[in-house]
């Protein structure tokens, strides 16, 4: 089982992953973009720039913790998020891996979580480089690819509580799909 946490940059995707993670004792898979987007965009890049080999590269290094994870996790941004930021900037890359991506979504039991807070929040929240508007508009296209996926997408919370707060009302929302039947 696979819980997907996704939402605009600044929601608090780590902050609630990490913590309903701890709470339900699985483990914690984090963005892979931020990651990789530290070691492979220039430093005076945006989310929103060009980036078709930053996307093909990180859509490769999804598909792959794909295949070598077991059992149930959480995991954040995941495919729905990432093809939200790549048909803005890499089209051509959103075709070339679609049908792998859904494949791998097939593979097993999923579950997204959407995550949203005020634009208010977001903008304390922000600390990467770029246009709010961008950053909540992939957030709601997120939505859209994991409809698109066939995922199974729960409904959405607001992360403008406390955090520990918002961590405990989606823990007892996605605790249901983690336990055995």
């Not at 892979?32 to 590269?57: H, I, K, N």
């Not at 634009?119 to 480089?129: G, K, N, V």
């Not at 996926?149 to 406390?162: E, K, M, W």
């Amino acid at each position: 089982m696979t819980v997907v946490f996704i939402g605009p940059h600044g929601v608090g995707k780590s902050t609630t992953g990490r913590r309903v993670a701890a709470l339900l004792g699985v483990p914690f898979q984090p963005e892979l973009g931020e990651v990789l987007a530290r070691e492979l965009r220039p430093s005076s890049g945006t989310a929103a720039d060009p980036q078709e080999t930053f996307d093909e590269y990180l859509f490769a290094a999804e598909l792959y913790r794909d295949e070598i994870s077991l059992g149930a996790r959480i995991v954040e941004t995941w495919h729905p998020g990432n093809l939200a930021y790549a048909e803005r900037r890499s089209p051509e890359v959103v075709r070339r891996m679609l049908a792998s991506i859904q494949r791998s979504c097939r593979r097993g039991p999923n579950v997204v979580v959407p995550l949203y807070a005020t634009s208010h929040t977001l903008s304390r929240r922000q600390h990467e480089p770029g246009d709010l508007a961008f950053f909540e508009s992939v957030g709601r296209a997120a939505s859209s690819w994991a409809s698109r996926l066939g995922l199974r997408v729960l409904t959405p919370v607001s992360t403008d509580d406390q955090p520990e707060r918002t961590a405990l009302r989606v823990a007892a929302l996605v605790r249901p799909y983690l336990e055995p039947e």
